[in-house]
Nanobody, 115 residues
Framework: QVQLVESGGGLVQPGGSLRLSCTAS????????MGWYRQGSEKERELVAV???????SYGDSVKGRFTISRDNAGKTVYLHMNNLKPEDTAVYYC?????????WGQGTLVTVSS
């Protein structure tokens, strides 16, 4: 079983930056993908960014050029570096771990972009 612990959410002004972290523990497969999804008020959950153990990344169109996803050398922690934040980035951000048919979600961390 895999557990995910997220941190780093909070309140930030428009144009500001924030970093989210997600650490996986438990029975982690050597080949997996970890990433971030978000869900705003009255919106569907959407992809923010994903990174595989091979280092391949994918980003949602709305965050390309502003957000960067990375992993630590151990491969158990992923970071989401968010720059030039906009009010429309306000959402609950969920960490996700995927390995084959195994998918795990974190509890979510709230990011609020407001002046």
């Amino acid at each position: 079983q895999v557990q995910l612990v997220e941190s780093g959410g909070g309140l930030v002004q428009p144009g500001g930056s924030l970093r989210l972290s997600c650490t996986a523990s438990g029975s982690i497969f050597s080949i997996n993908a970890m990433g971030w999804y978000r869900q705003g008020s009255e919106k569907e959950r959407e992809l923010v960014a994903v990174i595989t153990t091979a280092g391949s990344t994918s980003y949602g169109d709305s965050v390309k050029g502003r957000f960067t996803i990375s992993r630590d050398n151990a491969g158990k922690t992923v970071y989401l570096h968010m720059n030039n934040l906009k009010p429309e980035d306000t959402a609950v951000y969920y960490c996700n771990y995927q390995a084959g048919y195994v998918g795990v979600w974190g509890q979510g961390t709230l990011v609020t972009v407001s002046s």
